[in-house]
C-alpha cells in the first residue's frame, strides 16, 4: 500500500505543478507586486501538502512558531529532502532560496523557481557562488523576502550530518538581518533519494532567533549547527544503517 499510495501520490503532484506552473507566465502580464504573484505560487505547495497527507497519510507539526520574527530573516535549515523546501512555504512568510541554477532547466517547475526570485548559483564556482549570496541575499531581504538556505549543501539522512558552509551565516554578519534555525526529521518518511512516502507525523521545530549584529559569522554558523544538531536527536527516531 506505501507503494501504491507512493505512486498515486506522484502521479497527482506531476498534474498539479503542470496545471498550476502553466498559469505562471500570465501572472506576468497583470500588473501585481511580487508579493501577490507569491500569493499565487504558494498555492501549488498547498494544494501538494493536502495531497500528500490524503494520498500517503504524511502531516506534520510545527514547535517553536513564537520564535518567528515579526521582520525578514535568514532561514538556515537542516536538509533531508524535498519535502522541507514545500513545506516550509506554508510555514514561514514569503520567501525564496539559495538554489542551484540547473534546477531552472527543468520543465514547469523551473518556471515557478524562476518566480520566486531565487539565488541561482554555481556550484562549479565557490567564489562566485559566495559572492552571489552575499550580494544577491541582502537585495532579497531588503526587498522583504526571507532567505531560505540549507548550509549542509545536499541533503543527509536520518542520524547523520553534512559540513556546515559559512556562506549563510555570513549573509547575516554582512546584512545583519537575523537568523532564524529550524531542525525537522522529514528523512525519516520521505528520503531523500527514495521513491516511497511514509506515513507519519513529521516534526518541525523552529529555534530561537539568533542577533546576527552581536556575533561574526563563525560563532554564527556554530550556533546554529549546534542547535539544529542538538534539536536533530531529540526528534530523530531513525538512526544510519
Request: some cysteine; overall charge positive; aromatic content about 12%.
Amino acid at each position: 500500500m506505501v507503494y501504491l499510495r507512493s505512486v498515486l501520490f506522484y502521479l497527482g503532484m506531476t498534474v498539479i505543478t503542470l496545471l498550476h506552473n502553466a498559469l505562471i507566465p500570465f501572472t506576468y502580464l497583470v500588473p501585481i507586486s511580487h508579493h501577490q504573484r507569491y500569493a499565487y505560487l504558494v498555492l501549488w505547495s498547498r494544494v501538494v501538502m493536502v495531497w500528500l497527507r490524503l494520498c500517503c497519510g504524511l502531516t506534520y507539526r510545527v514547535i517553536g512558531t513564537e520564535n518567528i520574527p515579526a521582520g525578514p530573516a535568514i532561514i538556515l535549515a537542516k536538509h533531508q529532502s524535498a519535502w522541507e523546501t514545500i513545506a516550509l512555504q506554508q510555514i514561514f512568510p514569503p520567501q525564496t532560496w539559495v538554489l542551484k541554477r540547473e534546477l531552472f532547466y527543468i520543465p514547469f517547475f523551473g518556471w515557478a523557481l524562476r518566480a520566486t526570485k531565487p539565488v541561482a548559483i554555481n556550484r562549479g564556482s565557490t567564489k562566485e557562488a559566495l559572492r552571489q549570496v552575499l550580494q544577491q541575499g541582502k537585495q532579497r531581504l531588503d526587498e522583504g523576502l526571507w532567505m531560505v538556505i540549507f548550509p549542509e549543501g545536499t541533503r543527509t539522512l536520518p542520524g547523520t550530518r553534512g559540513r556546515y558552509a559559512v556562506g549563510g551565516a555570513l549573509l547575516a554578519e554582512r546584512s545583519r538581518y537575523p537568523v532564524v534555525p529550524v531542525a525537522h526529521n522529514a528523512g525519516e518518511f520521505w528520503k531523500a533519494s527514495g521513491f516511497l512516502k511514509y506515513p507519519g507525523e513529521i516534526t518541525v521545530v523552529i529555534g530561537p532567533v539568533i542577533d546576527s549584529t552581536q556575533f561574526k559569522a563563525g560563532e554564527i554558523n556554530h550556533q546554529v549547527e549546534q542547535w539544529i544538531e542538538a534539536t536533530m536527536d531529540r526528534i530523530t527516531t531513525l538512526k544510519p544503517d
